[in-house]
């Protein structure tokens, strides 16, 4: 029997009360998320989303349902999908995260359960609920992970989870390890319709680079920046994602070409430095987040430097991190500053915006 009815935050609500707009009583992030239900519903055909900044200024995309309906398929396809599966959308929809998790669950005829966005989205669920599909930010898994191991049960029961919209941590991945049911990480941003390649990151069948969708092709520009042809956009969609191919499928992400640092005449990628500072952090027990960035110097144009969020550390660990980048970095990549910052500034998505942390 086909589902008629949606959950949010607990409270069912049918289609027909949403086509409708027959809801009230509801906080304003529930009735944003079911206004844009009654969208879907009612076939509305053009949508308006906004980025989340991440890259530059937030700005807002025209994507039409016809494009929606079509990234929602290939996922679909890609996880094999199935109209039954309880969904849990937890992913804030304002943004094309959240809006397409919605669609997918519309589309293949899932269940969905709607919860505000959270660092815990299962807090208010008892251990013995299941859900089959859903999409999480990295901060929002390990938290279920850490605060909440009595839901581990719930996500090791899925058919699929999904993870993007930052990087994942060393500690993280390795948590994910212990996950019974497949994990996704996601690539792909608002102009191309939400994902568009994903990378399985747990056993078995672990996968070291990103997998495109069937009908999804990739090049190269000059840059050596990813262009991505899909029937999801009507002309190439040029990115600032510095890749390497393994084939012409598969590639692996480097770092984002805007990123990167001159630095007397060498090319640096920050996100490779960043890779590596990652894994000195986690022997070293240091859980500041940080970034790499080019400083001004009249030099060399710019100098790797490292900024990290909270107060300042004391000599001792200072002298620790700089003896592991010496062995560990090249140098060139070794930062040339440390510099510590009460805190960064994020994009609505809740991801480090650096230019606006360092005012550049």
Not at 215 to 231: A, F, H, M, Y
Not at 237 to 254: A, G, M, P, R, S
Request: net charge neutral.
């Amino acid at each position: 029997m086909a589902i008629d009815h949606l959950y949010i935050n607990g409270r069912k609500v049918s289609y027909q009360d949403i086509k409708k707009k027959s809801f009230s009583a509801l906080s304003e992030y529930e009735n944003k998320a079911l206004e844009f239900c009654s969208e879907w519903l009612n076939e509305k055909n053009d949508f308006v989303i906004h980025t989340s900044g991440s890259t530059g200024f937030p700005k807002q995309i025209k994507i039409t349902r016809s494009q929606m309906e079509k990234s929602a398929a290939m996922t679909a396809e890609a996880l094999q999908l199935q109209a039954g599966y309880k969904s849990l959308v937890c992913l804030n929809a304002e943004f094309i995260a959240g809006k397409m998790m919605i669609v997918r669950s519309f589309e293949v005829g899932m269940e969905i359960n709607i919860v505000s966005p959270s660092s815990n989205p299962l807090q208010s669920f008892s251990p013995d609920t299941r859900f089959d599909f859903t999409a999480l930010v990295p901060v929002q898994l390990e938290t279920i992970l850490d605060e909440s191991p009595d839901k581990k049960n719930i996500i090791d029961n899925m058919k699929g989870i999904l993870i993007g919209g930052a990087g994942i941590s060393i500690a993280l991945e390795n948590k994910i390890q212990d996950i019974k049911s497949p994990v996704y990480h996601t690539f792909g941003m608002t102009e191309t319709i939400s994902h568009i390649a994903l990378k399985k990151i747990n056993e078995p069948d672990k996968e070291s680079c990103f997998t495109a969708f069937k009908n999804v092709i990739l090049t190269k520009d000059e840059r050596g920046c990813l262009v991505i042809n899909s029937p999801l956009t009507e002309y190439p969609v040029i990115t600032n994602d510095i890749v390497l191919f393994e084939n012409i499928k598969q590639f692996k992400w480097i770092g984002r070409s805007d990123n990167v640092i001159n630095s007397g005449g060498m090319k640096i990628f920050p996100e490779k430095i960043e890779g590596e500072i990652t894994r000195i952090f986690y022997e070293l027990n240091l859980n500041n987040r940080f970034f790499i960035f080019g400083k001004s110097d009249p030099r060399f144009g710019n100098i790797v430097t490292l900024a990290i969020e909270g107060p300042a550390w004391n000599n001792d660990t200072i002298q620790q991190i700089k003896n592991q980048f010496d062995k560990k970095l090249t140098r060139y990549d070794t930062p040339k500053e440390i510099i510590f910052l009460e805190k960064f500034q994020e994009t609505a998505t809740g991801k480090i915006d650096r230019k606006r942390t360092t005012g550049s």
